[in-house]
């Protein structure tokens, strides 16, 4: 989004004005204080109509400050239509003034959701970072809260980097990018270089802590460079001792090959288009496995990092509310089923599954016999007829035989059971289905096979919304930082929500 401001700059009326002469550009006052906030309203009711019969929802939040320090706090919805598409809105990026303290933080995601009319039964689950404050909110809201998979990865690989082996190498690859970030005749020397040994003509990467991947990108880079990199520096006196040595290329070969494959997962789990939360336990698999397996050629360096990495994210996600979450995720994506569920958890699951299907139809069931709400005229007029009912039943009433106790009780216990064994029946008819591709999406598989399988098909609507990542709300803050930018320090902080509300949800 372009600063309102535009519309009064000289160049932007000299364009309209060769485009369409005759048309008068509205102030920027119009836009601000008109136009913006009636779009707004708009996309709101729209948003609001759009989401008001959802059955489930999962959640994502995070806190950010922007570039005048103002805080905020963000929330993001994500949910399965009947027509399975999913969906995601950002519903708000809130000013947060209050302490940031775990009763504060669980306070106002309440209030966000309020606003919004939703209930708090109906949120699958919530997916956050590692904030301890966030944590704390979660579970003071008693909500089911998942731990996001980019930041627990993030973290694994920053603490497999903590070994004295990589200072060295990691340090002289942040000097080199340096050197030449800074130097516009390094940069054309580079290019010269680049074409005399035939490498692409790529520029170096800059790490970013906050970025996941980041570090291994600048890593990636250097390497592919290796040859372009040692020429320009050894004809430079003042660069010559940040030529890597052989040792040095030997430690960022190691990291790379050690984080090379993890950098794809990342970004594969970070979508909100398709079915993220249904991986995480093939992935954990997948690195325990094959991805991050000890191989025969791997240096001392490599097996230490890939032994760091998977113990800190087998411990992290041994929790047993997370196990049992994912494990039902994967459980109705039909690309994984009870695949990836351990062999003493398949019974349990399985179990959990079918009664929690069960919650579900009956919670359907009463909200279906639920009575509508009577005007005033229309109580008084049943109130009367029923008194009439009543008196009409008194004077005829008629004995109960001995088995009419029975007959309600007996009826009430056959259906609860059928309906137990119907479930039971589906499940496993649905668990016997044909192997579905992995490249498949499990939103259209569950479209075309619906009708099959209608009772688990709930099961899986509740859980594949459910995102592995808080990547929604942090891309939010990306929104909200092109829109705060220097020349836009002074909007305020409701003004920066509903820009933020706009940018992400037209």
Known sequence: MVPFQTV??????????????R???????????????????ELRENVEKELCDLKYFATTTDLWSSRTMEPFLSLTIHYITDDW????????????PAEHTAEEIAQGLKEALESWGFKEESQVCITTDNGTNVVKAASLNDWTRLQCFG??????????????RTDRAVGVCKEIVSAFSYSWKRRKELKKAQAEHHLPFHRLITETPTRWGSRQMMIQRVLEQEKALSQ?????????????????????????RTLGPLLEFTDALCGEDYVSVSYVKPVLHLFNNTVLAAADDDTELTKDMKRVILEYLNEKYSDPKTVDLLDMASLVDPRFKDAYIADDRQEL?????VAEILSLLEVQAAMVREPLPHTS????????????VAVESQSKKV???????????SSDGTAALADREAIEVELRSYLQTMQVDGETDPLDWWRLYQANFPRVARLAQKYLCIPATSAPSERAFSFGGNIVTCHRSLLKPETVDKLVFLANNL
């Open 8 to 21: 009064e700059r000289r160049g932007f009326k000299a364009m309209i004005r060769a485009i369409v002469p």
């Open 23 to 41: 048309y008068e550009v509205p102030s920027r006052k119009y836009f601000t204080e008109t136009e913006m906030p009636k779009l707004y309203a």
């Open 85 to 96: 598409n999913l969906g995601s809105r950002c519903l708000q990026t809130s000013y947060f």
């Open 151 to 164: 930041h627990r990865l993030h973290l694994a690989i920053e603490k497999s980097m903590k070994d004295p």
């Open 232 to 256: 320009v520096l050894k004809a430079d006196k003042k660069t010559k001792h940040l030529v890597p040595t052989w040792q040095d290329t030997d430690v960022l070969e190691s990291i790379s």
């Open 349 to 353: 699951i399985k179990t959990r599954a």
């Open 377 to 388: 005229t229309e109580a008084a007029a049943d109130g009367a007829e029923a008194a009439e």
């Open 399 to 409: 004995k109960r035989s001995l088995g009419s106790f029975f007959k309600k009780a």
